[in-house]
DNA sequence: GCTCCTTCAGAATACGATTTCTATTATAGC
DNA sequence: GCTATAATAGAAATCGTATTCTGAAGGAGC
């Protein structure tokens, strides 16, 4: 069992190493008689090659490399990367690659990833989630031009792929629709101010504003860390203004949930009082009361365009678009 | 750049190569002008060795598999496995090991997995997680003797690793906290019926019962899949009893939660008319009205474990004990 | 019948590290 | 001063597959 190689399926079937190889590479140039009689003793001794000595050689171990960037205590309950994992191992498995899940915690990353990861060769590309928007690994890998596709935006390198959900278009949807609705102090709590995906849906948010002609007021932005606490008190502060907000635009739907929380703690009545808006439609949303209105993001979308990418430049074609847009949607609940 | 292998180490540094890479194993029997000599050039160049030499030289790739069983779509909304993921990740980096996520989805799933991480040596051992109680797969891993290790449960032989939550005992707990608390007649709402969860913490809720002199109603037991709509359904037959349950054991959050929607949807009212307790203590718990009373499942204590019991299988010691179980704590909440 | 291709399979090499084997030098012991 | 023994570094083999190089056999064309 242990002694399975090509050089024994050779002795056994009375052929040369070589023409193993070739038989299972699918060479056309090797006699239908060989073929069968090599194929025939693979299949009874169910060989399979080894893939590190495949990967040696051919230079390629047919694994890609996940990167996700943020803490792994933020990882740890959210289902968005469940579901992006999942999406990615099946987009990957079409084409015959497998994944590699790695986090970043602040004090390993900077070495962990880059150098464990890619420099050993052991993935054949990276996808990077959620990096912070003024990031110099990326620069580097860009400079050393080792295949790697942004899950977020990343603005400072135009030659960058990256994938990312409309952040901004969405943002201004989720305003746009609360101000139809008749909302007039609209509120926008962010998540961690570094962040790109932060900084996107702000500014849509501000768009939607301004085109509707409503003033943006700094006052009714705040930002939260990834936890409840810290966008409870968030909200807690928004309320404090007078007049306080009537809706709320909530950067994730773990912010805009303990947002809401916060604001049912104080008696508020939603919608009536304030409305609010949510992101990335996890399951969560159905289970609150009121339901969370939220947008969607379209997460086997971005994983599948995002493998694609990466897995083109891997095999040294060049994708274009290099940056692909998700669209989102809007999904209407009750809480707006 | 690409010309960074140890034999140019070697010459730049005027040893041979078999000098660098025992400096850079630490290989004691070299001495220490040569060491700084090559390490020099070593932290210069920014060497790093590769792992796809390593791992066919080494016959060891670092690399561990995890696998999850259950279909891709019940994965993506569980924001468990992103806790298990990260957990593993983290507990994996400490001993030097990175992690190669798989699903398992039913059509490929048998070849896919055994196959391709395994036979091809693509990893070094697996982790599986949620297998069903009777796994052709794992008899076949046990009799190879390739190293892997369960999460979850499994029968039918002794030899094969697992790290387990204590699911009987928390199953018991649930029960027992209800009846303590004077309900009557308690349902238990299972997953589907071939996975050794559902088993397990129906075992748990049976001995309760039995243990207060309680009978065990088998109208009072349903299975659901892994859905919203599954569990509410279930929900609505066991509502159809009379007189109906006034207090549910949920096998999983989503669907004490599912389950718990659909109550009151119906008009009853939670706690007072039933009672829900759920497993996982998901985030979802914190943020529906009434808050979801559940069981926590120690997930980095399972995946530390589990990574541990892998690491120290494929590195040749024997684990003991094999069976590990994890205690779980009841987190009281209004809903129960 | 001879040369020239074409077809196909085996031999040999390469991938980049680890490790065993071997050779050199220096040191100790007598 | 000569041999025995470390200590240490280089040479060479190895891991299992992919691929290039080489050569043999067979057919086509004249």
Redesign the interface.
Known sequence: ?AELKQVEIARLAGVSQATVSRVLKGDPQVNDTMRQRVLAVVREL?Y??????Q??RS?R?R?LGLV?HRA?EA?????????L???I??QA?RHDY??????A?TA?SQR?IY???L????VDGLILVESETHDKRIERLSC?GFPFVLIGRYEPIDAVCSVDNDNIGAAFMATDYLIRSGRKRIAYIGGPAGLTVTRDRLQGYKTALESHGVGYDPHRVAFAEFN?RSAASAMAELLYLTPPPDAVVGMDD?IA??AM?EAKRQGRRIPEDIAFIGFND???C????PRLTSITVD?PALARRATEMLIMLIEGHEPQPKRQIVPARLVKRESA
């Not at 399979?48 to 000595?53: L, N, Q």
């Not at 159905?286 to 009361?289: C, F, G, T």
Request: glycine fraction near 4%; hydrophobic fraction near 40%; include cysteine.
């Open positions: 069992m169910g399979v090659p080894d893939a590190r000595a990967s040696l230079q171990t694994l996700v792994s990882l740890a309950g959210d289902p968005f990367f469940s579901a994992i999942a999406s191992v099946e498995g497998h994944l590699c899940v790695d986090t915690r390993r962990a150098e464990e990861l420099r050993t060769r052991r050393e409840e773990l949930l303990s929380r996890s399951p969560l159905h289970y609150v009361e997460i």
